[in-house]
């Protein structure tokens, strides 16, 4: 996959695959520490890579910072580091092992030297896990940086991360891989899946996972659309038939988040992921503690009580997400005092301002709500960081958990008050419609288009200089400039806010699209030009993020399922209150709401049965993975086996012997 | 732990550990063929164990079965089948390893040669694995009984036991050690604690889970009954103060079974069940099928579709359950018919027999109740095993599963009925109390007594035949007559029917105490007994079963779970159907219902929150368990590195450069 070294880059004289950006202050003490460290072999505890600074430039100027490194590896090493990071490959029966040197010929596309063996993203992953286990020796501090303080075992480039001595480590694109790609993923019109290999390939299985993720949602909203279409066409002010709608709504949210289990599970195993075993995880770069020995790997690091951190969940953490879910509730009485008001005004005189005066409200409130959710997000994130989670993965439950109940609210508590309190479905239809495209605007804008004028401003300034000095006729910029150019690029922050995204939309519709049916039609659109904005975004405006391994979508499929349950209960309590049923209960209230909560109940039962019944992994993944634990168990009995008749047994009958006779 | 060899059972020269019986008309040739194949060395397919024939004791009659044999094996063997079944013993540093030959001497206890190492329990549990793991070679069926065919890889101890060759497979009671057992554990009255760690070394860990959950269900309940008591000797009448109690139940059944969990977790642990892995599962002696090949083993062996076991599953045994549970509602109505006569009766003319009238229907239902259970249990067995199940775990699943229900609906619909539709707090708690008693009294009779009272005839039989012959002086009965004792006695079914016996009392406790406090007082006088019966039925009413390795108490977890969800939502209905309640809402019933149903919604939520903050294994646990894997990860990245120096690197870079030399 990796392209040769090319002749004109003649700076380097291997594949530059990863760039650590250092501090332009660093002190050239520390620098020839840290390449030495890193090109040292495993004997002398380095993690023997190759390790180049980067060339000014042709002719940079002093503002450009001189302290660029590539890192590379050679291939032999690269595969060492496949086994060691537990990589899955395809093995030549089909199934799926953990690749080893030792019989790396009998797996797949393994041809000749296996230098196309492992694709760019998978080498670039490597590197990275190699640079995480460089471990401090004897080093008390970084030479040159005495506050940088290092103890036996502690990572060093987490040290330097958050120390701000190394400023960035990010890998570099492959241009024409990513010419490729974003060819076949959204430059040509097609009516074709997206290229989900190819992407898992370029930016690994977590992306991948969630571009799959987002192409089964669209494709799950297609028979919600096409119900959804002739119901607002011909039954705009009818709410009976929406009873059949809302009973389709309840039983699709189940099937579809059960069945993508199973899609997910199988990409997952076609990728190597499913059966991986997670790596030991290192806690945080900004975790802080006092310095202890961690009672799991008996190293010495920073320990923090968890005690302490409980505390600052339940005591600091909570009300505080309680008073900020409170202040959302006061904005949407005043959103309401607003409505009231621009009714009051049409309603006196009703003239075409007025009638667009009646929409202001809901904008404003739509653009407000999309504010407190930024703010909230900082916050946050503030507060997260503050509890000192000592492992990134409970950071991350703790932030997700923090903004969906937040963003949750904020988007759907207006709607439950005009769903259940006020009872106007009119008003309702109103709102969700105004919320769900002006979210949806704000966001396409704010995600894709103003990060990409940025970037085209500043590629165009770099573009300038470059052709100003060089006078370079083809658009092809040389090495240096590009991989300053990529530093340059902002950061891709990971999948959070694109999950978060599709499931406020997951939320619209299975919460609300019984009275609002073109919601899905409305998710549906969104969804595509979510597809492409969100390709371009990751080709074109972001650095390339490191891949990162992932079996599933996480906690973001609780997260959906929560939604689910939920969805049956107000879509329940929508068709108890549509007045279709409450005919079939002329004389009594009381019989119609126990007859809608036993319904209820047995929805709920029954989806629970269902996700009982419909099993997780598809079959012919479950044999292929049984097959592989029997074919390891039977190794294992069979090397016992052996070993029993020529260790255990033999020596031990003689032992027996001398016992016996020392017995006698 | 085993007795060395006695000098006065001369007939074997080994310790007898297991049981084999053949049927007494088997072929001479057969029998050779077994007991060869038993005691073959490994190379040449057998399993090598010691196996001897039991003498007919002293001048045994024509009528007794002389096909009895006793399996025992070697210490070095009994050693190495403990690595081989993936034993886990208590390391030298207070951790729980999977015991390897190879450093034996670093496990705690393991003295000298070892023979006291491994618990008897554990040594015929590897027996009954060795024995099962005996297969056939190139046999085509067993010599003499040309109908019990056989293929490679084939089980030969199942076919013998599906053909009915080979009658029973048991293990032996240790004389002197049951009796330190049943002295502490039942004999001596105690206020302590089951020596839960004894049964475990006895009976083995499913058997110690029982005993411990029904341990910590008993004092789990005692707070529920110190509550109970003052409420039913002062408010007899007063409804209004159960919703104190009703909300307390509803939190404790959820707590309750969370911490039981934990606590399982940290049984399982230091009995060395937690981490140990799953053997393979073989097919259960019973199935049947086409002969084809196995997916995953590649094995040749019976095959039967999926599709067609569903067809059997959804098209006849899911519409037999319907059919039964509607007999069983039929039931229910005639008994409310004899209810009502009986009223009728007694409001005519009240007599002291009229009084007592009263409770004969109830008394009739609960026998009735119990009859039908067992017949259920018969059916739901055969359709069970015709479903014809490959593995014994989706057997005894699908079997929990139908008996379950049907149980669940047998004991509880009448309550339900009377609760909810004629709304009758008297009589409901009438029901409940000639319910539980009843169905308490004819359990322990069944249960333990008459088992008791049957073996008890059996064994003075063979007391009276023996001191007959030989005039023995002391109670001490020899080897041979010993054997065919126990070979006498009845089978354990396994903890099934205890199981189900603490769900249905569990399911009174937490579904209606609220209405008949005392309930809880019942169950825990109840569950005392219970104790004290099964231990002495284990001990001598059953033979001794194999012990089961389990690391939780399995599907019943899940059903409790189910169970405490549905006490929710009878707690809050019983809540808002009291008076008290009423009286907040004196208007408008249906504002107590929506608020009942809110408050029920808000519970279930808490609850299912509550599920995953509690963490289900305690930390310490969790600390040692994630050392144990950090150090193999550990130990597998030094092995690979090592590897990785040695082989990987050095061979390729010579490769690598004839490669090169190639290209050019």
């Given at each position: 996959?990796?392209?040769?070294v ?7 004289s ?18 020839a ?24 430039g ?16 050679k ?53 990275k ?64 899946f ?7 390939r ?8 969630y ?27 009818n ?7 809302a009973?389709?709504n ?31 995880e ?9 310095l202890?020995f961690?009672?799991v ?7 923090y ?13 909570l ?21 009231g008001w621009a ?32 703010v909230?997000?900082?916050?946050a ?36 008050y ?14 969700l ?17 103003l ?6 401003r ?28 990529e ?30 049916p ?39 499929q ?10 049956v ?15 079939y ?22 989806k629970?049965?269902?996700?009982f ?8 993944i ?7 634990e ?35």
């Open positions: 996959m990796v392209p040769a090319s002749a004109d880059c003649s700076s380097t291997f594949t530059p695959l990863v760039v650590l950006e250092l501090a332009s202050d660093t002190k050239q003490e520390a620098i520490w840290l390449l030495s460290r890193i090109r040292d072999p495993h004997q002398n505890g380095g993690i023997e890579l190759l390790v180049e600074q980067l060339g000014l042709d002719g940079g100027s002093e503002k450009e910072n001189p302290n660029l490194f590539l890192v590379g590896a291939w032999q090493r690269l595969l060492s580091g496949a086994e060691e990071v537990g990589l899955f490959k395809e093995f030549s029966d089909g199934s799926m092992r953990g690749f080893t040197c030792a019989n790396k010929h009998n797996f797949k596309h393994f041809e000749g030297d296996g230098d196309s063996f492992l694709s760019m993203a998978e080498c670039q992953y490597i590197i896990h190699e640079l995480d286990t460089l471990r401090a020796k004897d080093e008390t501090h970084v030479p040159g940086h005495p506050q940088a303080k290092l103890y036996p075992g502690k990572s060093i480039i987490r040290r330097l991360l958050s120390k701000g001595v190394l400023i960035q480590v990010f890998p570099l694109h492959e241009k024409e891989e990513l010419k490729r790609l974003s060819y076949s993923w959204y430059q040509k019109i097609k009516l074709s997206q290229p989900l290999d190819d992407i898992r370029y930016y690994g299985e977590g992306q991948a996972l571009f799959g993720f987002l192409e089964y949602f669209t494709f799950a909203l297609v028979p919600m659309a096409l119900i959804g279409v002739p119901y607002y066409l011909f039954d705009w002010e709410y009976d038939k929406y009873v059949v709608f009973v389709f309840l039983v699709w949210c189940t099937v579809i988040l059960e069945l993508w289990k199973r899609f997910s599970t199988s990409l997952a195993y076609s990728w190597g992921t499913l059966s991986r075993k997670k790596a030991f290192e806690p945080r770069p900004g975790f802080h503690g006092v202890g961690n009672p790997t008996g190293r010495e690091e920073p320990l009580s968890n005690t302490k951190r409980q505390l600052c969940v339940y005591l600091v953490s009300p505080f997400v309680l008073l900020c879910l409170y202040l959302s509730l006061y904005v949407m009485m005043i959103y309401f005092l607003m409505e009714l009051s005004v049409h309603d006196e005189e009703p003239t075409f301002w007025t009638r667009v005066l009646l929409f202001i409200p809901s904008i404003i409130y739509a653009v407000v709500i999309e504010i407190m959710n930024l909230y997000r900082y916050a994130e503030f507060l997260t960081e503050w509890e000192n989670h000592r492992l990134e993965s409970s950071y991350q439950n703790q932030l997700i958990l923090k903004v969906l109940v937040f963003n949750f609210f904020n988007c759907f508590a207006s709607l439950f005009i769903a259940f309190a006020m009872q106007d479905m009119a008003l309702l239809r109103q709102s419609a105004t919320l769900l495209i002006t979210s949806q605007i704000l966001n396409q804008i704010m995600e894709a288009f990060p990409y004028w940025l970037q085209r500043r590629n165009k300034k770099m573009m300038r200089k470059v052709q100003k000095r060089k006078a370079v006729a083809e658009a092809e910029l040389p090495l240096a400039e590009q991989v300053r150019l530093a340059d690029m902002s950061t891709y922050l990971g999948t959070f806010d694109d999950y978060l995204e599709l499931f406020l939309l997951f939320g619209y519709v299975s919460l609300f699209s019984c009275v609002y073109l919601a899905a039609v409305l998710v549906v659109l969104n969804n595509i030009t979510e597809v492409y904005s969100d390709a371009f975004k990751m080709c074109r405006v972001f650095k390339r993020p490191f891949s990162e391994p992932a079996a599933n979508i996480g906690v973001w609780l997260a959906f399922e929560a939604m689910s349950v939920i969805a209960v107000t879509n329940c309590s929508l068709i108890g209150m549509s007045p279709q049923v409450k005919a209960f002329p004389e009594s209230e009381t019989q119609l709401i126990l007859w809608t909560v036993a319904i209820e109940h047995g929805l709920l039962a029954f629970f049965i269902l996700s019944i419909i099993p997780d992994v598809p079959k012919h479950q044999i292929k993975l049984s097959r592989l029997f074919e390891s168990l039977e190794a294992l009995k069979k090397k016992r086996q052996l070993y029993v008749v020529g260790k255990c047994l033999k020596p031990r009958s003689s032992q027996r012997g001398s016992s016996e006779e020392k017995r006698r």
